[in-house]
């Protein structure tokens, strides 16, 4: 079945697109109501369904998507558990509040349009998040990561260094590193978290926020936290995590000024 992907008008996305690797993606419905799923929740993420407004009938909505009105029914029913929608007899399916979706949600994200003032906001304020959890992790990981976590780590940083020309790969050795880098510190809340980092480490990627030619971000800055967590120095591991974003976040500010 061919669903009617039309976002009516929204700006193009950047021709590089970066797919975070199955293994560590979120879990959504496959088929027709994955396709429904992700078209929707474009549509609301852009505000082609503005916040608080009624969306379009189950029989008008299946015909926009060219689906059955059981497939339109999925779709509500995920966009409903990341918060962007509610549903109710007497209205039908109303948009929820900002404030209500749930951005920590790598899917909310990354329907945002690289042009949505949003995706600044979301990117500046998660980059402060992972500024207070992301050194934690790192000394966690010093001190609880076992030397073959340590030693993926460490490959995964060495697979990150400027010149790559095939960018698919060095996002996805930039995955490898913090998603085992949050595996180590054996905290199953913290490793949760992994999919809103993936996601901004995407949304870095997608608009040109990230420079492979930087080597201090590409490459040094990993090996230098690489390094501390396989010394078994939790210091030297939160102090280097501590410095790699702060470089990030003065890139991304000056990324995102010139925009």
Known sequence: MNIDTSTQDLPQKPNLEFRIPTEF?????????KQAV?????????????????MPTEEELAQSLGVSRATVRDA???????????TARR????????EEW??????????????????????????????????????????????????KL????????????????LFIADCQFHVTLLDMTHNSVMRQMRQIILTMLRVSYEFGVANPENDQVSR????????????????????????????????????????
């Open 154 to 169: 460490l490959a995964a940083a060495n697979a990150i260094h400027p010149g790559q020309v095939d960018l698919e790969r």
């Open 25 to 33: 993606g979120t879990a959504l419905p496959t088929g027709a109501a």
């Open 220 to 259: 040094d800055g990993h090996l230098a936290v690489a390094e501390a967590i396989c010394a078994r120095d939790p210091d030297a591991a939160h102090k280097a995590m501590s410095a790699m974003l702060d470089l990030n976040r003065s890139l991304a500010g000056e990324h995102w000024s010139e925009g």
């Open 38 to 54: 992700e078209v929707l929740g474009r549509r609301i993420a852009n505000d082609i369904y503005a916040q608080e407004m009624v």
């Open 76 to 86: 509500v029913k995920v966009l409903s558990g990341k918060g962007l929608v509610r």
């Open 91 to 98: 209205y039908g399916t109303r948009v929820r509040p900002i």
């Open 102 to 151: 749930n951005l920590l949600d790598g899917d909310v994200v990354s329907w945002h349009e690289s042009t949505h003032p949003r995706i600044k906001r979301i990117f500046a304020e998660t980059t402060e998040l992972r500024a207070i959890l992301e050194p934690a992790a790192a000394a966690l990981a010093a001190r609880r990561g076992t030397a073959a976590q340590a030693q």
